[in-house]
């Protein structure tokens, strides 16, 4: 993980999020919510950041093979962007949809792939943007106002 | 109630306890840890049969009082461990979900 300050102004985090161990998916968001809470951020805005990060994260193990997630903490926002090189999302309005999923048998079987990553990120968040290409990856932006 | 009140008043076995003044202000029953993340409130009692190291995550993330493992369920000694790095409030209930979210109710 690398941490910027600018002008006390910005801090950034970033971090490498393995998709090769599905039991060590969270890493990132457990520390995020680490830093943010030393930054004395409200709780409330901890946990909308937090939840929406950890479901960014498991979407990069499930379905890209890991990526990279950045954290960018504003005067007032909080920035998060998640980037992967995985397969795209065919139909970014359907992935919207609460229940709807790709995911695998195994993946179901450790209590995930309920179709909940991707509304629960819009959910958490103030704002979200979705960038995808098939067979080129996919970027996610999302914003969580601290006012 | 607070989390070191379970055990006495009902008999759950404390597999890890943190913070065991933590007040409890609710009760969320789930599996599906996706759903529990969107649904839980922070400070909840989160009923689930899932012990795999994930549900230490989300209970983290969401910031739940405690997670209560019904039908008898167990932590593996990596997940117990990890739930002793992470500060999370672990326990067992040997009732079904069901049952174990009434008994809470009624307290």
């Known amino acids: ?147 | 109630m607070k989390v070191c009140e379970l055990k006495e008043k009902f008999g759950f076995a404390e597999l890890n306890i943190e913070d065991g003044q933590r007040e409890i202000n609710g009760v969320y029953c789930g599996d599906l840890l996706s759903w529990v993340m969107g649904r839980a409130k922070e400070s909840n009692a989160w009923i689930t049969i899932m012990s795999n190291v994930n549900v230490l995550a989300v209970a983290s993330l969401s910031d739940v009082a405690c997670v209560i493992l019904s039908e008898g369920v167990l932590l593996d000694d990596e997940v117990l461990k990890t739930a002793q790095s992470k500060g999370i409030n672990v326990l067992s209930s040997p009732y079904p979900t069901y049952e174990t979210a009434v008994m809470l109710s009624k307290a």
Do not use: W
Request: avoid cysteine.
């Open chain 1, 1 to 147: 993980m690398v941490t910027v300050r600018y002008m006390d102004k910005l801090i950034k985090f970033e971090f490498d999020v393995d998709g090769t161990d599905f039991t060590s998916a969270g890493q990132a968001s457990v520390n995020v919510k680490k830093h943010l809470r030393q930054l004395g951020l409200s709780p409330e805005v901890i946990r909308r950041v937090s939840i929406a990060m950890y479901e960014g994260e498991i979407n990069m193990v499930i379905h890209a093979k890991g990526g990279k997630a950045e954290v960018n903490v504003y005067e007032d926002r909080v920035e998060i962007i998640l980037r992967d090189t995985g397969p795209g999302i065919k139909d970014i309005n359907l992935a919207m949809q609460e229940g709807y999923s790709t995911a695998t048998d195994n993946v179901r079987s450790l209590g995930f792939g309920a179709g909940m990553g991707l509304p629960n990120m819009k959910r958490y968040t103030d704002n979200m943007e979705i960038e995808s290409v098939l067979g080129e990856g996919t970027t996610i932006k999302m914003t969580v106002n601290l006012n």
